[in-house]
């Protein structure tokens, strides 16, 4: 009986604690202002956006934030950067997710992300937001699902330097990039919609980026169609060299497997497989590796491609006597070797794959998702006892040195005036006021728990030198 | 094996001999008291058996791939870390002693003075006869975590890239012989060196190369405001640099595409087409190490770390404010490049028509960038028995 009070009370004192860890709906109405509510919310907590329209910028910088829209009979929040706002989301922390939002008319990118891992972009619709429509960069993990992106002037989605990533369930259209995979690993790319873009799907390296490989990435089951679309990219750009009527381009990427798609009505080929030397005018890296190596092509939904090829892939064509374009090209140099593979090769036209060899495997359907089930792990977080080492020589010990005149007074002093008196110090620093005149003020350390204050006290009053 | 053992065996010996054989060593030891070296290591790194190991909190983090880039919270790219904190200590002796120039002029805090945030202020440096170098000295804050060396990149170590200034006749144009001539001749260095090098008082280059990279890698600015934002603090920045952080990574500005954080750098090369001051021929930069044409006008991407204390900018230091310097990147594509140059400019070069309020707050920024309190002690005297020098004489 009084183990089961026990149990009780344990049980009673989890839901209570868990009440306060509650996640908190923020509400924001139109007319107010979505960062105000994105800097009072605390890890957990989701903002509710009502519809109405939003004319600002969206920053992130918290863990565990989720951006809702609310949709009503049909209206939408709208964030509107009236074409001179520069991006309307950005997030850095973990376990971000964005969903339910219409973004129109930013300069940059609708939704930027620098390092978040464990990200969910879903559900949004993206019009004519400059550069990217939806760009996470140097994030583990991330889904992007159910987005609906047009009129953009590089790529509508752009997974650039990211690990485990899964893009499905999107429409892209109206962009000159559909959907981009860049210098990224274990991703898949399934069930899109890529259409009347200038190329629909890419796969690329690109050169002179801190992170060089591009590797085993699945596209499949998506269509890619009509992608004719005159090249609208700024000058300069990597895409804006990209010419027109192109399915799916593979450049540099390796282990990249095309399979089940329905490709087609592309006018200059369905697939391009090449080199870096596609992309000219660009400096060079000797530390990205430019050929496309192990490219799988299984059985895919190919025709109606090549009906007018530019001029470069024309003149190819005609070294074979044909006048149209291929549903499949491999550039001239390495895309042309066997360790690249195709199933079925003689129901495509194809141009470059005489040596190509067949594949071995049929399907990738063991193959479910690259999500991790678990999410990217946080570093494994140190003790506290790593902490208080790092916060007192990576921060206290920029002032305090053992036995000599620094910003603020040597360490042995402050050890003969606290004795053993840590809390006094935990206090003192949470709120420094000035004692010595001879020395400056110290910074507050306020933003310090108190725990880890008494901690780095505690460390200070036993440094020894 | 057996050889090294018995020639460092014999090393010791002659230090015993040399130690017995000096004329005068109560001087050795006036000398060795003025300068006992350190045992104990810089601000922010704590002694793990014999070297020393930077504390940082960025350790709690994670970088995708173990790039050491990423946004706030991103763990740091590899240190060069692990030196004994006697080594670190010689090597700040050495870093301010104008022995190591040719005529014992300059020291390596010439055109590296603290007080410049490891820069000298001049748009080109100055040689020990006054000869103008080919461009502007870099920062040395965080330098340890750099994989490549000089504007056009091509050092890979601290080490290698030393050689260039101590040696360079526009610089501080010593030869190896001279230098080791000169420290040998300096019982107090003997002492200090045999203290850094286990007893080995016989002083070699690569010795003196060690100890200088050690101090240099140890030069550490990451407790600058910017960080306390970036670890959880955000009261830390003030509204407008808050707004100039947002532009800094925007996607229209995109500064943070190459100078991205914790370091401000991604250390690539990068071919962005600043103009020249005076009209100075075009630098050609990683291609004249390359002779690979693409990289005409290539330069490493600099840290921006420190970056409002290190005015002139760019590797010419053409630009005298940040302003100016952000500037450049609003004035249109490849607007300052000399006619009839063809340069394979970076695709984030472009036209993102920032505003003068925009360009205002991306300086404001830029300030909050700045952390020098792990700065260094200035010795107030250097074994050789010359003057320390610090900055431009």
Redesign the interface.
Known sequence: MVRAMHWLVIALSLVAGMHSAWAADIPVKEGESIQAAV?RAAPGDVVLIHPGEYRE?V?V??DNITLRGVVVDGEWPVLEGEGKR??AI?Y?G?NFTVEWLTIKHF???AI?????NNYTIRYNRVIDT???GI?PQ???NGLIEYNVLSGIEDAAIYVG???NVVVRHNEVFDNVAGIEIENTRHAIVENNYAHNNTAGLLVFITP????KTTYDVILRNNFVVNNNTENFG?????VAKVPKGIGVVIMAADEVVVEGNIISGNQTAGIVITDLAFVT??????DSEPNPDRIEILDNLMFDNGADPVADVKAAMMTQFKRRGPDILANFGSAQEPDNCILNKEQYVTFGLKKWSKCERTSTADIETYLLADGAP??E??NDED?T???????C???H??N?R??GPPTVAIQALYHNNAKGIADYIAEPHKVRPDYPPMPGQG?LSEEIRQKVAEFMLNVK? | MEKRYSARALRRLAVALCLLWLPLPATVHAAGAEFSLKDYCPAGFQLNGEGCYLQSLYASYDSLQDSGVGGLKTGLPELRQGFSPRQIDLGRLLFFDPVLSGDHSMSCASCHDPNKGFSDGRALSVGSKGQLAKRSAPSLWNVGFLKRLFWDARASSLEEQMLGPLYDSHEMANTPEQLLTDLRASSAYRELFAQAFNGDSSIQLDQVYTAIAAFESSLISLNSRYDLYAHGYHEALNEAEIEGMNIFRSFVARCAECHTPPLFSHQQIAVIGTPEPNNRPLDPGVAAVTGDASQRGGFKVPSLRNIALTAPYMHSGRFATLREAAEFYTGGRGHAVPPGEKLSLHWHIWEPKLTGEELDRLVDFMGALTDESFMPQIPASVPSGLAPVVGVQ
């Open positions: 800097n910028s920053y910088d918290k520069n991006d950005l850095s973990n300069k940059g990118n930027m992300g620098q390092a978040g400059g550069v990217y760009f140097f994030g583990k330097m990211c690990d002179g980026l801190p992170i700024a000058p300069g750009s990597i005018d660009i400096a060079s890296d000797p946080p570093r977080i140190e902490r080492l790092r916060l007192y020589q990576g921060i010990a920029g002032c040195a053992y000599m620094m910003i933003h030198k």
